[in-house]
């Protein structure tokens, strides 16, 4: 053999039938019969692969649910099983398969007969004598039948050659690459770092968004952050160095930016209970000591309440007691009430204080044990890597249907276990991080709302309002005692 010729099988084992089927159902197919011949011919005539069998139906009239039987394919599982082909050549799946049941047959097939693979002529070849090809044909059957119809089939081809290739989508220049898509450019991949793990260390993605508009970061197309759209940003395969395709995994061609790792615990932390996608403005929390506050003439909790004295003008907002609960019971006095900013800043700087001393401040830094998050993170990989290969054992007969019903629920409830095992680790160990560079009080003034109120419960129990007028006081330019704010520290 040439050395160019590597690639060819030796013809006694490239005994190859050509399957084309002229459909017009939900995989939105309707190319000519003859034209898909024509392109498997050529196909397999580059291959030097001798054709011995041409299949063809008409299955015009068939939805995907059709179980009408089309008479080609049953000639063409008869030649298989009479040990005549090797090789099924078909221009791109869904010709095949109209429902995963029908692959599953043929997969079965191919451990008693002579065939071995099925060809697309668009280049990806689907080996049934492994587990890793079997799966990729499942997922290919699965994925076409969801995907199919959204794009052209000229386009999806491209595209497909392209992910097998590890090649960019093409389009717009994705955050944190060049224009070609795959030189990175650094000052951008710092900032997807920088977000990754601050989104790990437990800051809410309004807080970081809030923080790279402040400084001026854009994104690609030079506008202001948004929530969904770091979000989603951040959360891309495309910066592990994964090409997506299908639901399908290609390795790149462009370097990563982040790591498997990171992506895994981003992903723990995103579908944690805990945590909750905020909700444009309404679920906006304003208020620093909602939860910390009570009433020191009834004991009951104080709530944010924002008044507006007249109309057009901002609400000022305040604190105060509660009176009844959302079922109308009453739970306080409701006389309480107090302008929230004094007393805002009251406890900022009582907490900063407490934060000045340098052995507190290094007593409460949130210590994260790597070892501990790296060995949930491969728990984590571990069970999802056998979730997968449920699939594989349930094509390959390994397990009944009734096995794999089961024995997936039972699998997706451990993938679940293990994801949030991480993410409550990563929640406890979230808490406040001052970042090494500032102090408190400059981490105060730049840091989101969230992060404050982190830092707030580390230290204090609970902040009483006692009852009482101000009076002539004044701290601070406001009309405001001090003396009637009273801060429970934890011990
Ligand atoms: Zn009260």
């Not at 040990?83 to 109209?98: A, D």
């Not at 920088?194 to 993605?205: K, L, T, V």
Request: proline share 3%; charged share 30%.
């Amino acid at each position: 053999m040439s050395p160019t010729s590597t690639f060819f099988l030796p013809a006694r084992d490239a005994d190859t039938a050509i399957y084309a089927r002229l459909s017009r159902d939900r995989s939105g197919l309707s190319e000519n019969v003859n034209i898909q011949i024509a392109e498997a011919r050529d196909y397999a005539d580059e291959q030097t692969w001798p054709v011995v069998g041409v299949f063809k139906d008409n299955d015009i009239s068939a939805s995907k649910y059709s179980t009408k039987p089309r008479d080609d394919y049953d000639r063409l599982l008869g030649a298989i099983r009479r040990g005549q082909i090797n090789i099924i050549l078909i221009t791109e799946m869904p010709r095949l398969y109209r429902r995963l049941e029908e692959l599953l047959e043929l997969i079965k097939l191919a451990e008693t007969t002579k065939l071995r693979r099925i060809q697309t002529t668009d280049g990806i070849s689907y080996d049934l004598s492994t587990a890793e090809g079997i799966h990729a044909a499942i997922n290919a059957v699965n994925n076409a039948m969801l995907e199919a119809g959204r794009i052209s089939k000229r386009v999806k081809r491209k595209q497909k050659a392209r992910a097998l290739a590890g090649k960019t989508h093409g389009g717009g220049r994705p955050y944190g690459y060049e224009k070609d898509g795959v030189t990175v450019r650094e000052s951008e991949a710092a900032v997807i770092r920088e977000c990754a793990e601050r989104f790990i260390a437990g800051e809410s993605i309004r807080d970081i968004v809030m923080d790279l508009n402040t400084r001026g970061v854009r994104t690609a197309t030079g506008c202001e952050w948004r929530i969904e759209n770091l979000q989603r940003t951040i959360m891309k395969k495309r910066y592990v160095g994964v090409r997506e395709y299908e639901g399908q995994e290609y390795p790149a061609e462009w370097p990563a930016i982040l790591t498997r790792e990171q992506w895994d615990r981003m992903e723990a932390r995103r579908l944690s209970r805990q945590w909750r996608w905020p909700k444009g403005q309404t679920g906006t929390r304003k208020y620093l000591l909602t939860g910390f506050l009570y009433c020191g003439r009834c004991g009951g909790v104080m709530v944010g309440s924002g008044r507006t004295r007249q109309s057009g003008q901002p609400a000022q907002m305040r604190y105060r007691c509660r009176r009844t609960d959302n079922h109308g019971r009453v739970i306080g006095c409701g006389k309480s009430f107090r302008v929230a900013e004094p007393v805002e800043l009251l406890v900022k700087e009582a907490v900063c204080h407490v934060f000045d001393d340098p052995k507190v401040a290094v007593m409460l830094a949130p210590k994260v044990d790597e070892d501990k998050v790296r060995l949930l993170v491969q728990e984590y990989e571990r069970r999802k890597a056998k979730l997968d290969q449920l699939v594989t054992d349930y094509a390959t007969d390994v397990l009944s249907r009734d096995q794999f019903i089961q024995a997936k629920g039972i699998a997706e409830a451990s993938v679940k276990e293990a994801r949030e095992a991480l993410a409550h680790y990563q929640d406890k160990s979230a808490a406040a991080r001052v970042p090494a560079d500032q102090t408190i009080r400059e981490a105060w003034d730049t840091s989101g709302l969230e992060w404050r109120r982190s830092v707030v419960q580390l230290v204090v129990e609970k902040v009483v309002v006692r009852p009482g007028h101000p009076g002539s006081k004044r701290w601070r330019g406001y009309r405001f005692n001090p003396e009637f704010i009273e801060i429970e520290w934890k011990s």
